[in-house]
Nanobody, 128 residues
């Protein structure tokens, strides 16, 4: 059974940076789609960035393009989200999610129900 564990959240000032990590355990997870979602209080869950771990193809929601970078380690056991130039509107609980599927793309960021394994989240707070 696949499990995900996020870490790296924290509190930063606007303009600062954070790196989130998502460790994958329980299985060799190749050819899967992985993504970072976030949810602020009172708002719907929003897809932020995704990666097809087999091909390395990455995709982002427009609001974070040029600021966030998703990547994976060579062993494909950890997914990272480097967040630069953080803004107060980036404040949210950030979740890592995955599903065994090849060929995911940016459209998957609007379909959280497609993902069947989720981590417990890590809080990111950006102050102005």
């Amino acid at each position: 059974q696949v499990q995900l564990m996020e870490s790296g959240g924290g509190s930063v000032q606007a303009g600062g940076s954070l790196r989130l990590s998502c460790v994958i355990s329980g299985d060799t997870y190749r050819g899967s789609c992985m993504a970072w979602f976030r949810q602020a209080p009172g708002k719907e869950r929003e897809g932020v960035a995704g990666i097809s771990t087999g091909s390395g193809f990455t995709f982002y929601v427009d609001s974070v393009k040029g600021r966030f970078t998703i990547s994976r380690d060579n062993a494909k056991t950890t997914i990272y989200l480097v967040m630069n130039s953080l803004k107060p509107e980036d404040t949210a609980m950030y979740y890592c999610a995955t599903v065994m599927f090849r060929g995911c793309n940016s459209a998957w960021l609007s379909r959280p129900d497609n993902f069947n394994v989720w981590g417990q989240g890590t809080q990111v707070t950006v102050s102005s």
